[in-house]
């Protein structure tokens, strides 16, 4: 039992460790502001629909999808915990060799 908790906390270390360094990243890259891209292209030879080159998207909404993945992937491992402890107390159930409620009580010999 002492085996499972420690390996339960140092999943969950870990766990906790990769999310927030993926905030900290997302926080970071929404600090830098990517520096103005020069076409090598002379002017002329851009599309004449456009005039101005493509903007790079904010820091706002980089940090935003940044923010999302971690709830989406934080969201999925309490999922699988929740499903984990479903299974385990279904084997705990049937180990234990009670049926379905409409069965009725496990029948054993009769004296």
């Given at each position: 039992m002492?085996?499972?908790v420690s390996r339960r906390r140092a999943l969950a270390?870990?766990?906790?460790l990769l999310l927030g360094?993926?905030?900290?990243?997302?926080?970071?890259?929404?600090r830098v502001q990517d520096p103005a891209q020069t076409s090598l292209k002379p002017a002329a030879d851009a599309p004449p629909g456009q005039?101005?080159?493509?903007?790079?998207?904010?820091?706002?909404?980089?940090?935003?999808?940044?923010?999302?993945?971690a709830w989406v992937w934080l969201s999925i491992a309490v999922l699988l915990v929740f499903l984990r402890m479903r299974v385990r107390e279904a084997?705990?159930?049937?180990?234990?060799?009670?049926?379905?409620?409409?069965?009725?009580?496990?029948?054993?010999?009769?004296h």
């Open positions: 002492g085996a499972d270390a870990t766990g906790l360094s993926l905030l900290a990243s997302g926080l970071l890259e929404a005039d101005k080159p493509a903007a790079a998207r904010p820091a706002k909404e980089r940090m935003a999808v940044s923010v999302i993945l084997d705990r159930v049937h180990r234990m060799g009670l049926q379905r409620a409409g069965e009725g009580p496990p029948r054993g010999p009769r």
